[in-house]
């Protein structure tokens, strides 16, 4: 086993955090661990990433060469497609946040960073601020994110959830129970994209929905799962997708909410 | 049991875990990255374990290193640990102590920023090391990085110097798993009987460097055998290496099994081992240098370019770039492999934008820079000279405020020197921790010949730049120590930066550019993002006052 991810975001929105979960988790399952990161000046405001090795061997070098990441876990557009230089060429995969961070006067026009993203062989959109928002706080977003990277990592989502624990139980009781329920959102994010995948639907297809799905901290019911696997056989899902990006409407996580897209293109 | 015993740290956290459990009684320390952790790790373990270590920050790195340099002369282990630009700073008092040497283990860790990452240079701290004449470690990974700490520590206090431990941005700033040993007992005070050796007159400090350059055999021969300097022949004739440091885990990560190929010495000890490299050498077609910093190895091997028998490869001779950090990438393209470019879409470049780091909302450095900019505005010559904090990002848009940022506390001495060049107006800024610093001497001169320059200090109760450490003196004592110095009570001027006392604050600093002498604006507002810190500190120096 061996593992390269690349954490990366904006300075102050918990990459680190998210770095503590992974680097316990891994440890915790026997694994060597290397993990760079960034203090000091950068973490005002501006780009921020850390490495995480993982491996069953140990590992040399503190950072991962170019083109050899095989995930890139980010909390801002903008930010993911800084680093594209380290990810795998073959099976690489971006998992980012969608609510663009604006603190630059040229931050370009959202619309081509998904562009761009759209464009990726593997991806994983998430909508980190709304689904935040809904677990409690704004602050979670980076363990909403962590969640839709679950299943992309080789920890138990128990593993995980214990040391989103460990870590926050040392802040307040209702920090611990804000984290778990994003974290728990995010993992259904990464479900229900896994069953999509698994079916055959295209990873730019369903980038265009979750984003706007209103998931919950439990796991993505068999009928709903169902409904949006039938939506993507429909020959009029891909208009539809579109549709739904462009309109940036919430669904509702129910069994009926793909068919009423449907019939609304 | 054993997962107690296993630790994921930094690297500068395993530096501080070794000289914990080689049983240190003080730790000293100015913050700077990558260094700051160091500090802060025996620092909150201290507290939290009521270890009866010592630890405090002190005022610079001058200060740290001669509180050290006492702790050592009390027979007891210290450390102190800064970046590689502190140990400028603290230089003084670092050279001469090799003359007098040390009494209890004196551990002096040194945090390199190759690639600048933080910094206002790249200096290597390794010559340092070299140039006084003690021992340097260099640690590979996290691990190394924890038993050559406590090594250091045993080896100081039997040789009698203090010994160097350096490390690097990438190394610092990497968390790994540490197996940790045991923790030995701290030494009790006891004081060297010799007091000569302590009081550098010439005549005892001939005898001090005597002694000094009498032990370098016997750190060479601790060098050739330490178990990082590791030298494996693989074959006459075949390509050789020598990797110092974080650079033998580039190397491997490189050629991984191919490295049985190359004749190869790992560098974790100076002084270099001078057998293991001339048997190196012997045995190999080529020689390359893989090093994070300098090229220190290269050029001793190359005499400067003066001997050539070898061929030496490496940021001398254009194989690798002569600046900036090392990374597995480069080493991989020195071989002649070719580096993967990653994943690459077309057109991400005209998308992907810079985003430097900036102050951040409602900072009140901004409000500051934005007052100086509307004082001054009728003033096209002004020069505002900057110092070192978060202040320095005033160079950016949107405040463009600044002219200079040469090292701490730089700032009053250069803007005096420009004032007596002939220039009016000559602003400077500098923080409240940067001020205690390095900028009370300078203040001092001003004072004394009542320089016209318009000194703001910018207090905002704490250090941000590093991640909120305590500050020395904030509020009153800053008025207090400017006062004292001899700035006339009249011309030092309390200002609160806010957007809506805008108007009131730019009048207070025309009426002082006007007067052509000396003027200190203390331009005083808690920092937005450590706030709660500091309101914390504020009541709890209530609290001792009452």
Redesign the interface.
Known sequence: MKQDVLLCG??GQGILSM?YVI??SA?EAGY????????????????VQAHIRVSDKP?????I?????DLIVSLEP??S??Y??????ED?CVITDITPFV??????DPS??YG?LF??PSVLLVNGAHLARKAGSPKAQNMIVLGAASSRLPYSSSVLEKHVTELFARKSERLVHVNLNAFRTGCAVSQLHQVLRQAGVSDSLIARVLPWLDFEAWPVSDRVAEAWLEFFQNPAACAATEQLWQSRSILPLEEDAPRKLLEGV | MKAMNRLILLGDEAVARGAIDAGISGAYAYPGTPSTEIFEYIHSLSARDDLGIHARWSTNEKVAYEEALGMSYAGRRAVVSFKHVGLNVAADPFISSTISGVHGGLLVVVADDPSMHSSQNEQDSRFFARFSQIVCFEPADQQQAYSMAREALDLSEKLEIPVMLRLVTRLAHSRSIVALSESRKQNRASYCPDTSRWTLLPSNARKGFDRLLNKQAELRAFSEEHGANKLSISGKGKPGIIASGIACGYVHEVLGDRLAEYNFLSIGVYPLPADKIKRLIQASSEVWIMEDGYPLIEQQLTGDGLHTAARIRGRMSGDLPRSGELTPDLVKSAFGMEASHGLTLPGSDAVVKPRPPLLCEGCPHSDTYEIIREATRTYPDVRIMGDIGCYTLGFYKPHEGLHSCICMGASIGMAAGISHAGFSPVLCVIGDSTFTHSGLTPLLDAARENTNIKVFVLDNSIVAMTGGQPTMVTDEAVVQIVAGLGVPPEHIKVIKPLPRSLEENVKVVRQEIEYRGLSVIISRRECVTYYKEIKTAQRNREGELR
């Open positions: 904006v300075g770095a680097d316990y440890m060597s661990l290397k993990q760079p990161e960034v203090h000091g000046m950068s973490q005002r405001g501006g780009a590992i040399a070098s503190e950072l060469p170019l083109g050899e990441a903008l930010e497609l800084r594209l230089r380290y990810l795998s060429a690489g603190n630059i006067p040229d931050y370009p081509s960073i761009q464009q990726l």
